[in-house]
């Protein structure tokens, strides 16, 4: 019994990820803008708590001011606030960019690290913007657990568990590899375009007969509940 129910969800995680290529394509792209690895670390600090779309503002001037790991490493706690404000939690960012930047230039020869327990140790910088870094710059298959993984993937049934290091290690068991940098692209333009919250557009959505939450729902509709 238990044999079979573990089939049927990978038949059912198989369909959802060929209907996922089948609909976004499987292209690797990553929605913030950058040049370089550094660039990209600082705008996924950046990126905590408020949109790519105004990140992707704020880094356009950002970049041009400050050109690199040096400049953030030096750059004035007060001034560096002010730059980057319009993205919410500002001191907690602004202090994060300049630590890590000291970081990068003095233990790890001013380039950003390929591993995760490296990337980690820099402040700011968590599993999911660790995963971010190894998955765009160094194609490394990682599994990205942002604020569309965690809700969608819940919808899904790939994952009961609320914790994002707890989804990241049970879709790293349910994903093939893969899948894993490219899941993540194709489920934030699914949560961008389709299933939005707090509300789901499931009658525009391709995934109901594999979503368990559209699924449950539709189980209690038809049982009158
Ligand atoms: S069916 Fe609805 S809840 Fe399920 S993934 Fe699609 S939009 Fe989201």
Redesign the pocket.
């Known amino acids: 019994m238990a044999r079979a129910s573990k089939s049927a969800k990978a038949e059912r995680t198989k369909e959802i990820l060929d209907l996922l290529d089948l609909h976004y394509g499987t292209e690797y792209v990553c929605y913030l803008h950058h040049e370089n690895a550094w660039q990209l670390l600082i705008a996924t600090i950046l990126s905590a708590q408020c949109t790519d779309a105004r990140v992707n503002i704020v880094t356009e001037d950002l970049f041009q001011k400050y050109q690199s790991i040096d400049d953030f490493a030096e750059a004035d706690l007060k001034e560096l606030e002010q730059d980057i404000r319009s993205t919410g939690f500002y001191h907690n960012k602004a202090k994060n960019i300049i630590a890590c930047c000291k970081d990068l230039r003095d233990k790890f020869g001013g380039e950003v690290p390929r591993e995760i327990e490296d990337l980690t140790s820099l402040a700011g910088v968590g599993r999911k913007t660790a995963n971010v870094i190894r998955g765009n710059i160094y194609h490394e298959p990682s599994v990205v657990v942002d604020t569309h993984v965690k809700r969608?993937s819940k919808?899904?049934g790939l994952t009961k568990e609320d914790d994002p290091v707890k989804v990241e290690y049970e879709l790293m068991k349910v994903l093939p590899k893969d899948h894993w940098i490219l899941y993540n692209i194709q489920i934030i333009t699914?949560g961008r375009q389709?299933?939005k919250a707090p509300t789901?557009?499931?009658e525009e959505?391709f995934?109901?007969a594999q979503?368990a939450?559209?699924q449950k729902r539709r189980k209690a509709v038809s049982k009158g509940k």
């Open positions: 969608i919808k899904l699914l389709i299933c789901p557009r499931c959505c995934l109901t979503c939450d559209y």
